[in-house]
């Protein structure tokens, strides 16, 4: 399954909501769509599983949503620290693959 | 709490061998998958497989299907990443990851990742 995510870099301000979209070539098996998150000269740390569970530590404002080949990450209220690369990664039939990667940079 | 400790780069020739490491403590170690994931400025992330550390049940991305080989030492908790002969192209950084239970893929617990870097 190849994921393709857009758009490729989304400069936003603090404060201000950040929508991410991955879109799968074929339906994603039973929902097994994540979400993680990559600050530079760090390794990547889950934010979201199956669709829109958040994963322990993390904060209200992240919000996943979406089936089948169309997912979405919300950012409400972007904070200095959620600036920072996003990647969608799915796991089905235990053959991974990830998108490519949305940049969100301050504007 | 779970971690996952990798080994230290590693610089290494074309057609040298290299096996990296990922220890894992803080959790039951042969009851969660790990998996093995390259990153390159020019592919970004890429998913290269996993391996049961109960079974040492192994899946190979398709991609790396004959690149490279995984293992486990239960006795030691410890997972390594084999190549047998590098290739330029396998410069990256490579993560482990691991599971959150033996019946889920997604990865939630990372290494600090392993800086390979194949040059002659």
């Known amino acids: 399954i190849v994921l393709t995510q857009s758009p490729g870099t989304l400069s936003l301000s603090p404060g201000e909501r950040a929508t991410l979209s991955c879109r799968a070539s074929h339906s994603v098996t039973s929902d097994y769509l994540a979400w993680f998150q990559q600050k530079p000269g760090q390794a990547p740390r889950l934010l979201i599983y199956g669709v829109s569970n958040r994963a322990t530590g993390i904060p209200d404002r992240f919000t996943g949503s979406g089936s089948g080949t169309d997912f979405t990450l919300t950012i409400n209220r972007l904070e200095p620290e959620d600036f920072a690369v996003y990647y969608c990664?799915?796991?089905?039939?235990?053959?991974?693959?990830f998108g490519q990667g949305t940049k969100v940079d301050m504007k | 709490e779970v971690q996952l400790v990798q080994s230290g780069p590693e610089v290494k020739k074309p057609r040298e061998s290299l096996q990296i490491s990922c220890k894992g403590s803080?959790?039951?170690?042969?009851?969660?998958?790990i998996g093995w994931v390259r990153q390159t400025p020019e592919k970004g992330l890429e998913w290269m497989g996993i391996i049961y550390p109960g079974d040492s049940d192994t899946r190979y991305s398709p991609s790396f299907q004959g690149q490279v080989t995984f293992s486990v030492d239960k006795s030691i908790n410890t997972a390594y990443l084999q190549w047998s002969s590098l290739k330029a192209s396998d410069t990256a950084m490579y993560y482990c990851?691991?599971?959150?239970?033996?019946?889920?893929?997604?990865?939630?617990?990372w290494g600090q990742g392993t800086l390979v870097t194949v040059s002659s």
């Open positions: 990664h799915q796991y089905g039939s235990s053959r991974g693959t």
């Open positions: 990851a691991a599971t959150d239970g033996s019946n889920v893929y997604y990865f939630a617990y």
């Open positions: 803080g959790y039951s170690f042969t009851n969660y998958w």
